[in-house]
């Protein structure tokens, strides 16, 4: 008898003397084969939201949202597939039902509630100008005459463009990923960025060369915050929003906050 024979039989053995007993013990690799898989979306070029990690040898999406979509998949029991691309590609792949739901560190803006359907905020931060040590570039007056870099589809752009409308002289440079910004700004063809304050810390903490600011909040009812995007009349929305008010009730919220933002994030100091 071959060993793979013998273990076949051995396995036969074992789930017949618990069938005959009247009991089946699902294996837990069964179980997980049976599990819907849902296919998530992300841009991995966020810092600490999701970005590429290669540290195993392998490249691997991680983040703070991944940590919360492993979280919210573990707790409605389905398997989880994240997928990458660029920002702006995000809100069409819901439409056309190529992902489930997306996580990339999106604010539920009314121009893209038209377009998508969205949980409740799980996380909030502010904007800021990153640009090079020393540019003392700290409110928006500041960036007359600037060039300015934003990832294209976000509200980082939409509010550039609205300082460029209220001042011609800036100059706003879209462009795809987070990281070609930086790169941009530390070889001097931008003289800044406007970036979510969690990310443009992570920036700076690896580049002394660059400082950032936080731009001084000019509507407080702006829309503010990350949410999960689904496609419109989702039915999946209430789960998720009860798995994330259970992580806030519990603390597991604030435990990944502090896993990727460090005890000096503005989101625990508000409590």
Do not use: C, H
């Not at 909040?217 to 496609?231: M, Q, T």
């Amino acid at each position: 008898m071959t060993l793979l024979k013998r273990r076949k039989t051995l396995l036969g053995l074992a789930l017949g003397s618990v069938a005959a007993a009247g009991v089946w013990l699902e294996p837990s690799w069964v179980q997980a084969q049976a599990r819907e898989t849902l296919t998530m979306g992300t841009s991995p070029d966020y810092p600490p939201y999701e970005y590429y990690d290669t540290s195993s040898g392998q490249e691997q999406i991680v983040g703070f949202d991944i940590d919360i979509a492993n979280y919210i998949a573990e707790e409605l029991g389905f398997n989880l597939r994240v997928v990458g691309m660029d920002f702006s590609g995000l809100i069409p792949a819901l439409q056309a039902n190529r992902v489930d739901f997306v996580m990339a560190g999106m604010t539920p803006t009314e121009e893209r509630k038209q377009n998508v359907d969205f949980s409740d905020v799980y996380f909030v931060a502010q904007n800021t100008i990153i640009a090079r040590a020393g540019s003392n570039l700290a409110t928006p007056a500041d960036l007359a005459g600037k060039r300015v870099g934003v990832q294209l589809g976000t509200i980082q752009e939409e509010e550039a463009k609205g300082y460029a409308e209220a001042d011609p002289s800036i100059d706003v440079r879209s462009l795809n990923k987070i990281g070609e910004i930086i790169q941009e700004i530390k070889a001097g063809r931008l003289d800044a960025a406007i970036i979510e304050d969690t990310v443009a810390a992570g920036f700076a903490a690896s580049n002394p060369d660059l400082e950032f600011n936080v731009i001084p909040e000019a509507d407080p009812d702006a829309p503010r915050g990350s949410a999960i995007a689904f496609p419109k009349g989702s039915p999946r929305v209430a789960d998720f929003n009860r798995v994330l008010a259970g992580m806030e009730a519990s603390g597991k919220m604030d435990e990944l906050i502090l896993k990727w933002f460090g005890e000096d994030s503005p989101a625990l100091a508000a409590e």
